[in-house]
């Protein structure tokens, strides 16, 4: 069974950084795991995409967070990591840690099949 769990959630201030883990175990597919993303919900909104990989030549971002957040990924460790820099309120949500599917036909980047359980991100004015 697949298995994601978050770590590096918590509070900082506006213009801080963060650096989130998660690692990935329990894997039998690899195509059902090639591509790794993180999302976040804020209250009241919908679930976004934040940014997606599946390697370090193929990466989508949010327009929100191109040029202070990286996603990267260490295959010999199964981590995949989301380092927020100049961090701003408005990135305060629930950070989610999917993997799945790599698509082309659509701007969605992947199809999830697994999921973490969240970490709750909190930046403050």
């Known amino acids: 069974q697949v298995q994601l769990a978050e770590s590096g959630g918590g509070l900082v201030q506006a213009g801080g950084s963060l650096r989130l883990s998660c690692v990935v175990s329990g894997i039998i597919s690899t195509t059902h795991t090639a591509a790794r993303a993180w999302y976040r919900q804020a209250p009241g909104k919908q679930r976004e995409l934040v940014a997606a990989?599946?390697?370090?030549?193929?990466?989508k971002y949010a327009d929100s967070v191109k040029g202070r957040f990286t996603i990267s990924r260490d295959n010999a460790e199964n981590t995949v990591y989301l380092q927020m820099n100049l961090l701003e309120p408005e990135d305060t949500a629930v950070y989610y840690c999917?993997?799945?599917?790599?698509?082309?036909?659509?701007?969605?980047?992947?199809?999830?099949?697994?999921w973490g359980q969240g970490t709750q991100v909190t930046v403050s004015s």
């Open positions: 999917a993997a799945g599917r790599r698509i082309y036909y659509s701007d969605n980047f992947l199809i999830a099949d697994y």
């Open positions: 990989l599946t390697g370090e030549y193929d990466t």
